[in-house]
């Protein structure tokens, strides 16, 4: 593994002087932007040059069609430009999804009961625009709405943002890790559950044909989420597409497994986690998204 191979997730608020640690996912922090530039003068100096960014909102400021989300000079927007102004050589993702936006906290628009897949499309397009028109140079789809690659495609070349990438979240599964996240960006559905628009962790061949459409439909880059529980799916999908650059999630979950069981006593945690993304990147990862980048990047200096 080297520092080139991480990607660090960011919790962007707003505010000033905010660095809020976070209770559900231990070792990670809300940054306000200004503290998020602070931080990132640290991260940068290890070498590490990948962030992902989620926004996440004030309740009072949600609503139904999750309109913060796409707002002009949103907040995401805002932290993407500050962040690209201060370290240019930095390259900044930022996740598109309205779950932290929805007073719902659905993934998509809804009609109360169903998520309404086609008339998402266009909002996950709207946000990404911002996004790329501030300076992201990745976009990251993860609401899983069918067509949403080929959206958020057509409206950057339309939006003269050719040059913007998209990472599609192109096999993300239903899955119990997510919860330390959600709890981080306040984003768990008021509601049901997202069964229908995640896929089902009982098919593996689904895999390789959401990847395909990812890949038909524009993504530079493609992904599978969670990672540790699912390195057989790394490998099938790296397998049958060599030629795309393949990012893991290694998801809030699955490094609160390792945190909780290193904090009992029950391992040693830096080595538990290198031997755990070390196999993420055997079984096929190019990228490990994960909340150890940080930790990884110094012990690596
Ligand atoms: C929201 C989103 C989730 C994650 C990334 N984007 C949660 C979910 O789908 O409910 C999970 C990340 C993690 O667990 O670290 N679309
Ligand atoms: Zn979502």
Known sequence: MTVKDFVQPYFVVEGAGIKHALKSLAGVWHFSIDEL?????????TGLDKILLFGVLEKERKDARGSQAYAPNNLVARAAAAVKRAYPALTVITDICLC??????HCGLTDGQNVLNDETLPLLAAMAVTHARAGADIVAPSAMQDGQVAAIRAALNKAACARTKIMGYSVKYASSLYSPFREAAQSA??????RSYQMDYRNASQALLETAAD???????????????YLDIIQRVKARFPQMPL?????????????AAAQ?????????????LTAIKR???????TYYARAFAECLL
Request: glycine share 10%.
């Open 247 to 259: 990012a893991a999630y290694h998801t809030s979950g699955e490094y609160m497994l390792i945190k």
């Open 37 to 45: 530039l602070k931080e990132l003068a640290r991260l940068t100096e």
């Open 264 to 276: 009992a006593g029950f391992c040693d945690e830096l080595q538990t986690a290198r031997e755990i």
């Open 215 to 229: 890949i038909e439909e524009g993504a530079d880059i493609v992904m599978v989420k969670p990672a540790h529980a």
């Open 100 to 105: 932290g936006y929805t007073d719902h906290g």
């Open 283 to 289: 079984a096929g990862a190019d990228w490990l998204i």
């Open 189 to 194: 559905p008021a509601f049901g559950d997202r």
